[in-house]
């Protein structure tokens, strides 16, 4: 990819006029598109190479793609910054092979940080090794030399703490959650979490917040959906992330604050604070990893049915409250329980306000793992989006993963039904929930469409546009994320091999690889090859991202 700068170029700082040619431009206005013109900040122009010749001698730039692919850039509609930042900077267990090689890792984390008031760890999972368990509160205090630490699982529903933190944290050994021996849940998590966060300076803060932002940047996603809250972080993280990403050097920020909202007060304060909505993780339940996600029969290897954290009249209040005062409302469901919770709480909200009414403010309902044919009807009559992560399937799905174990076989080939949200017509928003899981849009759409549940599986093209216009729609705007005049120039630049057309339906890809069918490609996301490489990102015609030596 070959930049050159016609005579007429203008500082970067006034608005500049850019011609892309010599390249593969995913745009539905023209299938077969290999030019673009980006003028102040937006898509002015897209179509052939011969025609591109009329806009050179009014370019401020005109750059050579050299045959690569320029795709609108992805949207994470579910991430937590500051955390993401913490984990790429900070402890990372994701990779620990057992208990001993995390314990080790502990042990060098905090010999290489001597001057850290608190140690912060992420990823840890035991389910994935042979010991089975994860690490004890006395083994945690030895590797540490007795200093705080908090050190959250893969799931970031639970975590193992040492005795230094607790001290910290008064009166929480009485808190739901809290039982010896066992990992923290629950409200004596949320405690915990908060303490721990509270020992952060904001240096500490901004240099993982920028640190994460780098990192979404360098894989061509343009846009992130903070999903903030009191029980996720703080107010001062969530209102200095959103001041960061104001100063466009990098991806937009979407910012929802999770707090539960019952009057035009508490929904004036979530306005207050930037936040689109009061969604994200208001946490209707847990997750499975943790055994906290709210079922509605016992778990497979747990004499328990999750946890509840509300309820569907909870819900509804929210649900009102929000769509009356023209905000969006969402909740964090996982468990069939609390997902039907969600459902029944969003119908009494439609039968006071009317069903229209809250199609038209686009609540939705975060990750919605245990769906049921109801629930999915559901989803498609109140306009619900489903704001989802493909990762989690590819991470923990299949006969011998982590939802197996939790729920039975039967019950997790259920999870997570793409294709039947889509085909019922449900908004798909495709996201991370990094660092949950890590930031990988091209990755992301390879776990939608090659799915370890066959019926499950969409196209690469269905689950490309949902982790690109999807997650703008579930922002509230339908004028970004593809490629299309007038609108945003949020685009990245990728090399890649040849560009197909998958489904999971032989048929659909025979035909849509006819050029009569007008199907713009993709690249080839079959699992084991090569994933596209981002050559540059740019949000509003601002490059925030460029590899070195491109």
Not at 79 to 87: E, F, K, M
Not at 153 to 180: C, F, I, M, N, Y
Not at 288 to 307: I, K, N, Q, R, V
Not at 334 to 339: E, M, P, Y
């Amino acid at each position: 990819m070959n930049p050159s700068t016609a005579p007429n170029a203008a500082p970067q700082s006034e608005p500049r006029t850019v011609l892309l040619r010599r390249g593969e431009v995913h745009s539905p206005a023209d299938p077969f598109a290999t030019a673009m013109v980006v003028e102040r900040g937006h898509v002015a122009w897209v179509g052939s190479e011969g025609a591109a010749d009329s806009f050179a001698a009014g370019a401020d730039e005109v750059v050579d793609l050299d045959g690569a692919l320029v795709t609108p850039a992805f949207t994470d509609a579910h991430v937590h910054t500051t955390a993401t930042g913490l984990a790429l900077t900070g402890l990372d267990l994701s990779g620990a092979r057992d208990l001993a090689d995390a314990l080790a890792r502990v042990r060098a984390h905090a010999a290489a940080r001597p001057a850290d008031r608190i140690l912060l760890g992420h990823g840890w999972d035991a389910a994935r090794w042979p010991d089975g368990r994860p690490p004890t509160r006395a083994e945690l205090d030895e590797a540490t030399g007795e200093r705080p630490l908090y050190l959250t699982r893969v799931d970031v529903h639970s975590a193992v703490v040492t005795t230094a933190l607790l001290d910290l944290v008064p009166g929480v050994t009485g808190l739901r959650g809290h039982e010896p021996g066992a990992p923290l849940t629950g409200d004596a998590h949320h405690a915990v979490r908060a303490a721990a966060h509270a020992a952060l300076t904001p240096a500490q803060r901004a240099e993982a917040q920028r640190a994460a932002l780098a990192r979404a940047a360098s894989l061509g996603i343009g846009s992130v959906h903070e999903c903030g809250g009191p029980d996720i972080s703080d107010e001062d993280d969530f209102t200095a992330l959103l001041a960061l990403a104001a100063d466009g050097q990098g991806p937009r920020v979407h910012g929802y604050w999770a707090e539960h909202v019952t009057d035009e007060k508490g929904a004036r304060r979530v306005r207050e604070l930037g936040a689109l909505g009061a969604a994200g993780d208001l946490f209707v339940d847990g997750s499975l990893g943790s055994h906290t996600a709210c079922l509605h029969e016992p778990y497979a290897d747990a004499p328990h049915t999750g946890t509840a954290h509300l309820d569907a009249a909870d819900i509804a209040a929210h649900v009102a409250a929000c769509t009356e005062a023209g905000l969006q409302a969402g909740f964090h469901a996982i468990g069939d329980a609390a997902v039907g919770a969600v459902v029944e709480g969003v119908r009494a909200a439609g039968g006071r306000l009317g069903a229209a009414r809250v199609r038209a403010a686009r609540h939705r309902v975060e990750h919605a793992e245990m769906l049921s044919p109801e629930t999915v009807a559901a989803f498609a009559e109140f306009g619900l989006t489903a704001s989802v992560q493909p990762a989690f399937d590819a991470a923990w799905g299949g006969a011998d993963g982590m939802y197996a174990a939790r729920l039975g076989a039967a019950r997790a080939r259920t999870l997570n039904p793409y294709a039947a949200l889509l085909k019922a017509g449900v908004p798909l928003a495709l996201g991370s929930d990094s660092p949950v899981t890590a930031l990988d849009p091209w990755g992301t759409v390879r776990a939608a469409a090659f799915h370890r549940t066959p019926e499950h599986r969409v196209s690469v093209r269905a689950a490309f546009t949902a982790h690109t216009r999807g997650g703008w729609r579930a922002a509230g705007r339908d004028d970004a994320g593809t490629l299309v005049p007038g609108a945003p120039a949020d685009y990245a630049v990728w090399r890649t091999g040849e560009l197909i057309v998958q489904a999971p339906d032989d048929r659909v890809s025979r035909w849509s690889t006819d050029p009569r069918s007008g199907t713009p490609g993709l690249p080839d996301l079959t699992p084991g090859r090569p994933l596209p490489e981002c050559l540059e990102t740019v949000v509003a015609g601002r490059t925030v991202f460029r590899r070195p030596n491109e």
